[in-house]
């Protein structure tokens, strides 16, 4: 062997072995990046040159660098983001909501429906009493007041959630752009002799971080590119392309901006199915503002809504009916009328020409809310100047055929009272003195919001009659009664009234149209309890994906993590082989000096 | 082999930690304070129960409150009824003592009068009792059920003679206006007031009309279909025989309402709460004694100092007396019902608080105890984790 072939050997030696050590010292370097995926080099000796003598091997060559990875493992990796994106993105926000409906610290829509009816049991106990029916109206008020800030603080929770949306969006894209400049990086690496290790570790990392925030599938390329698309089928990234997520018209169901890709006119809004993105979707479309009307599902706003709809009606239902510590002389109803009626035109019969209105109707924008609760049904109506001795007058209420207008004029034709219009709003005047109501099958009294406790259409309006808390006097407390001698009169101490609204509290009540008849607080806790389901499973969902991510993470970590034990082994293996490698150079000098010496 | 790196331990390290850290966080929410479901998530069922069992235990203390007060109110109206009964009692045993047997000055019996005059008095005072601004037997009605500015009469009885007793005839009775209403006319001068008793014997086509022991001025009053005394008109149906007396006494009308505020005793039931004042002194839906026209009578009848007149009281005094002890006795067993129900509700309260109690709220020790064994992992987690992180090649290459 030629001395010169020696020192080749040593000088290939040098080489293998300062590559190796760079790579460890790289790897070192980047044993807390994340994403970052062990490197190291495969070596390869170089054969004999056949010359017709017996010779050894020409050296070692780095024939490859490589990652070390697990394919396999980076694929499932990938994937179980997209779901604990959602989760997490749940679990940062339903808290708000939880706290919302949360009565655990007895201060919550529970305890103060309690001290409303608790008020009216002390107030039949005395109903004289003017402590007595102040107190009632102000833990009405209480509730109404508590109730507007339940539907604040739901709708507030939303506010932050669609900033993040729009945040999220941001980052998906800063992200698809990063991968798709990448990806031609990679593709043009490719074609070189050197490998695109760290951008493939580096695309990698950004594509998982995208599965946290949507949902995503990665399809490989041959010329190392790869194509991501939604689980829709929506391409979001290929070499050439990157989508671009925007905010922009048409409106979602819940009244904020749909999501667009490159500004086409499709919402893609509803095809987002994972990720921390589709979380921040489903809380603000579905367990807010979710709606079986709109959107299907039965929202915690949607659930507030009819809870206290139903609330209002039914208390509304029962103080209708009942006479204050004075007959009444005058009442106005607590419900605007709506935006279609002119009270100048005979508009009433063009547009609401039933009573029984689907109350949702664009047509009926902002009629009573409880009109559709009327029924065929008799308003009796006690009146005079004498409360031991009133006359009484029955109006006949059929919602079929009559419209508001109708009922306004058959109110206006009794002898009990006139009836007019006074700001979009039905309003009565004793015409003989005094009146009160003997009983409502129709309901009319109540939907007209004439005597009613609770006005307001929904959550966010829900409001107490003023009228009452101006004038106490007015808080019903008993019933006009029937003597034995068949003539009404008026027990001003009579406490049926009070009872009654007492007996709201056990009322059973079907406010979700389910046949489920249950008391208020009953059906309250269904509603605490549901979310609380909800908000466990998350919970628990959380749990078991982030052990499984630990678990795979793990394996990822055993796989491709820098285990700096490892690399400071390999460091004296490659520095010592350095170090030989130089010792064969020393030798073959010492050979060549030899040589010459010998010339 | 699976290859275990820095990242691992420290990965795992960090997670341990956390946990245990939530751990002891969630110990010291529920040692603060005392519960052991904070948020609905901790137990949706428990939060369900919560929601229910919190209404009922509010509806309990609520009810508890309101049936404490009526039976406080129904142990005065009973201390009350109690006074009445005694009061007829008191007047009975007068009767008795001035009936027939009665052999002594008839101006002793006239001062007398003045016993039933208190009596009259004391009856209007303990019937018109007020408990918590309310009037107790008003029926409902926030003014006193009988005001003596508020008059009306007693049906008119007979005594076929001077020795006979009362009984009932369809000759006179006090006659109506148009609209149905009494004649009797408080506001006319010669309106006699309270009490009264009115006499009308008959005799010769007239009436001599007595109120209590004097002459009314309007006396005699002639016989006719409708004889006008000025301050009540009496109609006749037919002509009385002479000889024959005719009584009626001026009362207080009872002005309250149909019935007393109910009182509430469980949800959706309510039971009668106080009787009404007509009940008692009227007997209505009872015995029928007016207890104010039989004071009344006895008062005219001793003016009068007409033991036979007295005598012929003792039987309806003695069955206004029996109204009374009925009275008394009906609201006796109301408030027992009342008291029964109240403590019926202690008894709910206590198993109602200690289910709110089981559901909610945590076991402390439990609480402690996980407390300290959580702080104990922490420890030894800590000292561990800090020799397992600590060993590194890198020492050992120095």
Do not use: C
């Not at chain 2, 069922?45 to 049936?67: H, M, N, P």
């Not at chain 2, 101006?107 to 009068?113: D, E, I, K």
């Not at chain 2, 005059?117 to 009605?141: T, V």
């Not at chain 2, 004694?289 to 012929?312: S, T, W, Y």
């Amino acid at each position: 062997m030629p001395l010169a072939d020696v020192l080749n050997i040593a000088k290939l030696g040098l080489l293998a072995n300062q590559s190796s050590l760079k790579v460890v010292s790289h790897n070192i370097s980047n044993v807390n990046t994340p994403g970052y995926s062990k490197q190291n080099t495969r070596m390869g000796s170089i054969g004999a040159v056949t010359t017709g003598r017996p010779s050894g091997g020409m050296g070692v060559v780095i024939t490859q660098v490589r990652r070390q990875v697990d394919m396999l493992v980076e694929k499932r990796l990938s994937n179980s983001t997209s779901e604990l994106g959602r989760l997490e993105a749940r679990n940062r926000y339903l808290p708000f909501v939880e706290e919302t409906f949360n009565n655990m610290d007895n201060d919550g829509l529970t305890s103060r429906l309690e001290n409303f009816f608790s008020a009216a049991d002390q107030l039949s106990d005395n109903v004289t009493n003017t402590v007595g029916r102040v107190q009632l109206m102000g833990e009405a008020e209480n509730v109404s007041r508590f109730v507007n800030d339940m539907y604040s603080s739901m709708t507030e929770v939303t506010l932050p959630i669609d900033d993040e949306i729009t945040v999220t969006l941001d980052n998906i894209n800063k992200r698809l752009q990063s991968i798709r400049d990448i990806n031609l990086d990679i593709i043009k690496q490719e074609t070189t002799n050197t490998p695109p290790l760290d951008l493939l570790d580096q695309r990698q990392q950004l594509i998982n971080e995208l599965g946290d925030l949507i949902d995503v599938r990665t399809v490989e390329q041959n010329n190392g590119g790869v194509s991501l698309m939604t689980s829709s089928g929506k391409l979001l990234v290929d070499y050439t392309y990157a989508a671009h997520f925007t905010r922009d018209q048409p409106m979602t169901d819940s009244g904020f901006m749909g999501i667009r890709i490159d500004d086409r006119v499709e919402d893609v809004t509803n095809l987002v199915f994972n990720g921390e993105l589709k979380g921040l979707i489903e809380l603000r479309d579905t367990v807010v503002h979710g709606n079986p009307a709109t959107n299907g599902e039965s929202g915690w706003l949607y659930r507030l809504n009819a809870f206290v709809g139903e609330l209002r009606w039914q208390t509304n239902l029962v103080h209708s009916q009942t006479v204050g510590a004075k007959m009444q002389t005058g009442q106005t109803g607590v419900f605007q009328l709506g935006d279609t009626t002119d009270l100048a035109g005979d508009i009433y019969t063009t547009f609401i020409d039933q009573l029984v209105v689907d109350v949702n109707d664009s047509n009926y924008n902002g009629v009573p809310p409880d009109m559709d609760h009327v029924q065929n049904g008799t308003l009796t109506i006690a009146y005079g100047p004498d409360p031991d001795n009133l006359s009484v007058d029955s109006i006949n209420i059929n919602p079929a055929t009559m419209t508001i207008e109708d009922v306004r004029a058959a109110l206006d034709a009794s002898p009990a009272f006139s009836a007019v219009y006074d700001s979009n709003r039905v309003k009565l005047t004793a015409q003989d003195t005094y009146y009160g109501v003997v009983s409502d099958t129709s309901g009319i009294m109540a939907a007209l919001g004439i005597g009613a406790i609770f006005g307001g259409r929904n959550a966010m309006e829900m409001s107490t009659n003023q009228e009452m808390i101006a004038d106490n006097r007015m808080v019903g407390i008993g019933h006009i009664v029937q003597a034995d001698d068949g003539t009404y009169q008026f027990d001003d101490g009579n406490n049926q009234g009070a009872l009654a609204m007492s007996n709201l509290r056990s009322m059973r009540v079907d406010p979700f149209s389910t046949g489920d008849n249950a008391t208020f607080a009953s059906h309250y806790g269904q509603i605490v309890g549901e979310l609380g389901s909800l908000i466990m499973q998350d919970k628990n969902s959380t749990t078991s994906l982030e052990i499984q991510q630990e678990f795979i993470t793990g394996v990822r970590e055993s796989v491709s993590g820098v285990s700096l034990e490892e690399e400071l082994t390999d460091l004296i293996k490659f520095q010592r082989a350095f170090q030989a490698s130089g010792k064969m150079v020393g030798a073959a000098d010492e050979l060549m000096q030899s040589v010459l010496q010998m010339l | 082999m699976m290859r275990v790196t820095q990242g691992v331990f420290i990965r795992q390290s960090v997670a341990a930690m956390q946990k245990k850290m939530q751990e002891l966080q969630r110990s010291q929410e529920e040692s603060l304070t005392g519960n052991r479901i904070l948020t609905p998530a901790d137990d949706p069922g428990g939060a369900f129960r919560d929601s229910i069992f919190s209404s009922d235990l509010s509806g309990v203390e609520s009810l508890q409150k309101t049936t404490s007060v009526a039976s406080s109110r129904l142990s005065l109206a009973s201390e009350k009824l109690g006074m009445i009964h005694d009061n007829m009692l008191d007047a009975s045993e007068l009767a008795v003592t001035m009936g027939n047997g009665y052999q002594g000055d008839p101006a002793t019996m006239r001062n007398l009068s003045y016993k039933t005059e208190n009596i009259f008095d004391d009856l209007l005072k303990n019937i018109n009792i007020e408990a918590d601004g309310m009037p107790l037997f008003s029926g409902g009605r926030t003014r006193n059920p009988y005001d003596p500015d508020n008059p009306t009469t007693t049906t008119i009885r007979m005594r076929g003679s001077d020795t006979a007793g009362f009984s009932g005839q369809n000759n006179l009775s006090i006659a109506t206006d148009a609209t149905g209403n009494s004649t009797l006319d408080p506001s006319d001068a010669n309106y006699p007031g309270l009490p009264t008793s009115v006499k009308m014997t008959y005799n010769g086509g007239q009436f001599d009309v007595m109120i209590n022991g004097d002459t009314d001025p309007s006396s005699p009053v002639a016989y006719g279909a409708t004889m006008d005394l000025g301050w009540v008109q009496i109609d006749s149906a037919s002509v009385p025989t002479d000889g024959q007396s005719f009584y009626f006494e001026i009362v207080p009308k009872y002005q309250g309402g149909l019935e007393y505020p109910k009182i509430k005793i469980s949800d959706q039931q309510s039971v009668a709460g106080n009787m009404t004042g007509d009940e008692v002194m009227e007997g209505k839906n009872g015995r029928g004694q007016n207890l104010f026209g039989a004071i009344a009578g006895l008062n005219g009848a001793l003016k009068r100092a007409d033991p036979h007149e007295v005598n012929a009281w003792i039987g309806q005094l003695e069955e206004a007396r029996g109204q009374a002890s009925d009275s008394e006795t009906v609201t006796g067993m109301r408030q027992v019902q009342v008291e029964t129900v109240t403590a019926t509700l202690d008894e709910e309260k206590t198993s109602l608080n200690e289910i709110v109690a089981k559901n909610k709220e945590a076991d402390m020790f439990d609480v402690l105890s996980r407390m300290e064994q959580t702080i104990q992992a922490l420890q030894v987690m800590t000292t561990s984790e800090r020799n397992i992180l600590g060993v590194s090649l890198v020492d050992l290459l120095r």
